[in-house]
């Protein structure tokens, strides 16, 4: 920076100070080289806004077809501002509370300047003028935004031609201030084609490109100046910083300990409670302290320790076939019956197949069970004849 500032062109002077916040653009915030960078962004952008002021670039009289187009781009310097602005370091609250209400100045002022010449049209007006977090609705809020991005694509999409029909070997721009910086004419060429005029094609392509740029970077600035809304929303009802406390190994403290040690002789006074420290619950049997319940022995924690992460229900003791083993030694579970059981002779039908076995012991025995049935089944018969039973309830 030896050149003098007000002997440096307005458009070079501009072009420096994008260069130089791009370069800080991706550098951290808290590094001093940093900070430097941004310093020197600054007071080259607050140069080029007196400069702008002084020549009345911009009237409220003037309309949008008045600008000429070389001036267009310094409605940018603003928004430009802001960006540079927010990287300044601030590490108390208040200094970042200022440093946030110089930055949404800032995008209030490039939204203004816009609006008041009609850059943006009254559908991107209604577009990025409410903000999405003010949408209650999700889906409504997810369709805003999807509307949003494909407004700000569509527009990106128009830039980058526009750009390559006024310069072919324009690199791809990583920010949007490197994106401005695009579109500014190149000091070393502006000297060399001082006395060429530029054709009418050039200069109507050129302030296409610059208007699409400040369309798409109002979008961009109604996000700032949402996010920013918001952070001056946390840092005003941020609660207050704590006082300060004196070191841990500050000889005051310890001295004062000391004596307050040797000054309390008394234990503390039993305010009630199991533990001395107050009632548990008050008369309604509500609560009035954060408790523990515990078993009276080291037995009962245990086991009620051993319960804890365990089913809301009661867990089987036995498997399915223990069970079945210990009802069918009860006696509660019917076998038999099916086919086999149908096929199986009867007991009568039983005796009489072994009474039948002659020659064995077996058989006789079971020949003579068979006689003695036989002969109590007679007398049975003799003593009840057939019918004597029903009296046809005659008495």
Known sequence: MSDSVDEIPLSALFRRALTTAAKAYNLPTIDDETQELVKSALADLRQCSVRISKLSLFSPNEQLVDIPTRDLVYLLVPYVLSEVQSRVRATEREDR????????????????????????????????????????DPAKRRELKIKQYKREKDIKARIEVARKRTNQGATEPNSNLELIASILPDPSKTTSDSNEEPDADTEEVLREAIILL?????????????????????????????????????????????????????????????DGKGPLLDPQGKP???????????????????????????????????????????????????????????????????????????????????RQKDESWAQFTDANPRGAGNTMNRG
């Open 288 to 370: 009035l302290r954060p408790f523990v319940l515990l078993g009276s022995n080291a037995a009962d924690r245990s086991r009620l320790q051993s319960q804890v992460f365990q089913a809301d229900h009661r867990l089987p003791t036995m498997s399915i076939e223990e069970y079945l083993q210990i009802e069918q030694e009860r006696g509660n579970i019917i076998t038999g019956g099916g086919p086999a059981s149908e096929n199986k002779p009867t007991s009568k039908e039983q005796l009489a197949i072994d009474a039948e076995q002659d020659g064995t012991l077996f058989g006789e025995e079971k020949a003579e069970e068979k």
């Open 214 to 274: 400040l369309r798409y970077i109002y979008a961009e600035a109604q996000t700032q100046l949402e996010r920013t809304n918001e952070e001056l929303e946390l840092l005003r009802h941020a609660p207050p910083e704590p006082p300060q406390r004196p070191p841990v190994n500050d000889p005051r403290v310890a001295k004062r300990q000391a004596e307050d040690d040797m000054w309390k002789l008394d234990a503390p006074l039993n305010k009630g409670g199991p």
């Open 97 to 136: 509370l200022d440093l946030v209400q110089g930055v949404k100045r800032h995008l209030e002022a490039y939204i203004h300047y816009l609006e008041q010449y009609e850059v943006v049209s009254e559908e991107d007006k209604e577009l990025y003028g409410r903000p999405a977090s003010s949408v209650t």
